[in-house]
């Protein structure tokens, strides 16, 4: 069974910083890219952060010299390592595999509030 669980949300000022974790089932997490997506109200989910098997990263735009992604193969877990938090990065943020139309399941997410 799949599974995502994620965690580390919160509120925090602009400016500051979190540390968002995603423990996955090790049937998903293994065999592939693993990414944290977010969707902020009316908006729809994009892809944020990206990390290959083998370590190698992605950005958006929007979040690239602020977030890092990293995972721990050992613990099946993926981090997002966020710093100068901006209001826009208000969201729901999810980990799941990448691409994100191949997955199947979605956890509940972690919710992300920056105020100004």
């Known amino acids: 069974q799949v599974q995502l669980v994620e965690s580390g949300g919160g509120l925090v000022q602009a400016g500051g910083s979190l540390r968002l974790s995603c423990a996955a089932s090790?049937?998903?997490?293994?065999?592939?890219?693993m990414g944290w997506y977010r969707q902020a109200p009316g908006e729809q989910r994009e892809l944020v952060a990206t990390?290959?098997?083998?370590?190698?990263?992605n950005y958006a735009d929007s979040v690239k010299g602020r977030f890092t992604i990293s995972r721990d193969n050992a613990k099946n877990t993926v981090y997002l390592q966020m710093n100068s938090l901006k209001p826009e990065d208000t969201a729901v943020y999810y980990c799941?595999?990448?691409?994100?139309?191949?997955?199947?399941?979605w956890g509940q997410g972690t919710q992300v509030t920056v105020s100004s």
């Open positions: 799941n595999i990448v691409p994100g139309s191949s997955a199947g399941y």
């Open positions: 090790g049937s998903i997490f293994s065999i592939n890219a």
């Open positions: 990390v290959t098997d083998g370590g190698s990263t």
